[in-house]
């Protein structure tokens, strides 16, 4: 089986909507990077920290999903990334209402013995010289690098920011992100900008508005699946990048062909991210589900017309 | 040939965007539909009025098209219906400069007896009961009625605006007006609650972000062509109406497989009309054009993903 190494917080997340609040709950990128990619035929493992307060039941939810859990740090005496957000009425925008690094503070990721040659690397929102240490530590080139970053490290992290993309192949960024990157407005000119920062392929998340996929004169576009209910996005895009590279690894194709197939994978399992609260709607999504969902993607996109 | 019978208004324009902008120049939503109905083997005709300033280059423009102007009034010692607004950074949002509505205000549509008997009718934004009064004419059903409107209409007319949606196949608005339409945020609720007003098809616009087609359980979505450069969305709307209107009446094929792929042609169209000016893209626009973009339309959304 390929192997796909995943780097990403692991968490607490507390988050409020119109339609309800929660406690602190298991989130973080890496646990919904890795429960997305745990829908594909592959070997991952998560690199990430928490504190001695996370408990085993989530540790063990990893396992159960077949993540490779040794490069989990768990420090004791430590306290976990806990983040708190509260959505606007139209979800599309939120407002952060607690961020307590804790153990994230001092994270130094270690790359697990047997994952230093991997197929794929999905590296999670992290500081950007954290994710350069994970690919130092890797003793073969792997065949894709994915990153996703955010305006946090724009503002506060730019000179290694650029450092981490030049050693990568994709790049996924929303829209917002992708014109403060590049400094162009027009997505079309903003991806060729960024595609000259060093990644070949850039994903760009428009959120309910779909996802573009870029490279060189290529472009593709997945939508989201209109839902008759969104009720939290949080973790959309980190579910959207576990399906897009668990795809890859499973199928180790790096044709723009098969990107494409990653795309809708990824937006096909991002869907059911937001049905529920936190990981709860992916933490028991069945084959049948996703496969049945990928039919309404078909049907949504796909027609048919002959050009003449 | 099948028939077109457009209804709409033909106007005087004065933009300005981000970019320029211009004097009077030709305008209208009759205007635009029938240009973008024009690349279609059909026979079109526009009902609507004008002014004695209308120059008479603009009605031989029409006509250059193949549009019967029969049913396009011009009141003597009236003045053009004119429009100006001014577009914001983002080219998605306007303010209205100027509004005078001059012959519009008294205007009485009268279809041509030739299209009294037509295979597909085009109702472009105007009062609802203008709208009604083109259906009143008709001497025979017609194989589908497309009905666009805006919020304006369901702000000053939401009577006149039901009843004339009770008569109509096919709605066209943007996802902001189906949300005020209907009261439901979700656009795949609010859907389901306009097909229950009348209209079986409900195609809900989203500028930039593409275009939903919504029958009973099934949905189609187009996205808009992500282009370099967006110039001026004045008419991109219209376009669409006019692409999908005009596509219907040269397939005679009600389906939805058949209405998917008018939704992919209007898609289309309007992708040319926001690259210049007012109607200066759609007059000079070429078949060869088309089909190429249509090309990239393929490329752009569809994919090859096997289910199991």
Not at 39 to 63: C, M, R, T, W
Not at 180 to 209: D, N, R
């Given at each position: 089986?390929n192997k796909l190494?995943?780097?990403?917080?692991?968490?607490?997340?507390?988050?409020?909507?119109?339609?309800?609040?929660?406690?602190?709950?298991?989130?973080?990128?890496?646990?919904?990077?890795?429960?997305?990619a745990?829908?594909f035929?592959l070997?991952s493992?998560?690199?990430?920290?928490?504190?001695?307060?996370?408990?085993?039941?989530?540790?063990?939810?990893?396992?159960?999903?077949?993540?490779?859990?040794?490069?989990?740090?768990?420090?004791?005496?430590?306290?976990?990334?806990?983040?708190?957000?509260?959505?606007?009425?139209?979800?599309?925008?939120?407002?952060?209402?607690?961020?307590?690094?804790?153990?994230?503070?001092?994270?130094?990721?270690?790359?697990?013995?047997?994952?230093?040659?991997?197929d794929v690397?999905m590296?999670?929102?992290?500081?950007?010289?954290?994710?350069?240490?994970?690919?130092?530590?890797?003793?073969?080139?792997?065949k894709l690098?994915?990153?996703?970053?955010?305006?946090?490290?724009?503002?506060?992290?730019?000179?290694?920011?650029?450092?981490?993309?030049?050693?990568?192949?994709?790049?996924?960024?929303?829209?917002?992100?992708?014109?403060?990157?590049?400094?162009?407005?027009?997505?079309?000119?903003?991806?060729?900008?960024?595609?000259?920062?060093?990644?070949?392929?850039?994903?760009?998340?428009?959120?309910?508005?779909?996802?573009?996929?870029?490279?060189?004169?290529?472009?593709?576009?997945?939508?989201?699946?209109?839902?008759?209910?969104?009720?939290?996005?949080?973790?959309?895009?980190?579910?959207?990048?576990?399906?897009?590279s668990g795809f890859i690894t499973q199928s180790e194709?790096?044709?723009?062909?098969?990107?494409?197939?990653?795309?809708?994978?990824?937006?096909?399992?991002?869907?059911?991210?937001?049905?529920?609260?936190?990981?709860?709607?992916?933490?028991?999504?069945?084959?049948?589900?996703?496969?049945?969902?990928?039919?309404?993607?078909?049907?949504?996109?796909?027609?048919?017309?002959?050009?003449?």
């Amino acid at each position: 089986m390929n192997k796909l190494l995943i780097v990403g917080t692991v968490a607490f997340d507390a988050i409020e909507t119109p339609f309800g609040k929660t406690d602190k709950i298991l989130g973080g990128a890496g646990t919904f990077i890795g429960l997305s990619a745990s829908h594909f035929n592959l070997q991952s493992a998560i690199v990430s920290v928490v504190g001695e307060d996370f408990p085993q039941e989530y540790i063990d939810l990893l396992k159960s999903k077949n993540i490779d859990v040794t490069g989990l740090e768990v420090v004791k005496g430590g306290k976990t990334f806990f983040w708190s957000g509260k959505y606007h009425n139209d979800l599309n925008s939120r407002d952060t209402l607690v961020t307590e690094l804790n153990v994230l503070a001092d994270f130094k990721p270690v790359v697990p013995e047997n994952f230093k040659k991997t197929d794929v690397v999905m590296l999670g929102n992290l500081h950007p010289l954290v994710q350069s240490s994970v690919l130092d530590q890797l003793t073969e080139k792997p065949k894709l690098v994915v990153l996703d970053t955010m305006n946090f490290w724009m503002d506060c992290a730019l000179p290694e920011l650029k450092e981490v993309m030049k050693r990568v192949d994709v790049i996924t960024i929303n829209d917002e992100e992708a014109r403060q990157l590049s400094g162009e407005y027009a997505l079309v000119k903003a991806a060729a900008k960024i595609q000259e920062m060093g990644p070949k392929y850039v994903v760009i998340k428009k959120g309910e508005h779909g996802a573009l996929l870029f490279h060189d004169a290529h472009v593709f576009f997945a939508p989201a699946l209109p839902l008759e209910e969104v009720f939290d996005p949080t973790g959309a895009g980190d579910t959207f990048a576990g399906g897009f590279s668990g795809f890859i690894t499973q199928s180790e194709n790096i044709s723009f062909e098969n990107m494409k197939r990653a795309i809708v994978h990824g937006s096909n399992l991002a869907s059911f991210c937001v049905e529920k609260f936190g990981t709860e709607r992916m933490v028991n999504l069945t084959k049948e589900e996703v496969q049945n969902r990928l039919q309404q993607f078909k049907a949504l996109t796909q027609f048919d017309i002959e050009l003449t």
